[in-house]
């Protein structure tokens, strides 16, 4: 039987993107592509500025996942989240989900073709941190804003999303980045701004 490597299961709040506000359980997989994790290595990793723990957890099977999934009573969203989810979601546990009256959701970095899960997930967000992308469509794309010109930013709008947010990165240049993102956003109609609200209310 399937088992799958998972930092944490979590209830809270959809803090990001176009489904801030939401009820969602979060299943956080270990594992990414662009970076081990761990802070000895972030120098080489593909992407440099991940604010996320994704190291260690447990092996989890299908049922394990479900029960602490419904343990967790009350919201109807699950939201399948990394790492790079990408790399262990796929059918089985989806149509697992969904079964017992959930729907999903993926946050991914878009490196890993979503082809097989795709018809079963109902929103897609994918947050780019790299050029090799081999996801073109979905409901969001979610750009965390780190100072790129505005070129490089509407070159996204050729890809296929519902919905296109611009977030700025955390950290110490926060604020700079988030007077540069709203300047970007006041003469454009496809963008629309992200916050980590999540953060901003104390929530995990």
Known sequence: MAHYAIKEIFRTLQGEGGQAGTPMVFVRFAGC?????????RAEARCDFCDTDFVGGEHLEIGQILARIEALSGPRWICFTGGEPALQLDRALVEAVRARGYRAAIETNGTVALDEI????????????????????????????????????LAYEKLDFDHFFLQPEAGARYDALLAGALAFLQNQSRWRLSLQMHKLIGLP
Do not use: H
């Open 33 to 41: 592509n662009l970076w081990s994790g761990r802070e000895e290595d």
């Open 118 to 153: 795709r018809p079963f997930i109902d929103w897609v967000c994918m947050s780019p941190k790299t050029a090799d992308l081999k996801v073109s469509s979905g409901d969001e794309l979610k750009l965390i804003y780190r100072g790129q010109s505005s070129e490089a930013i």
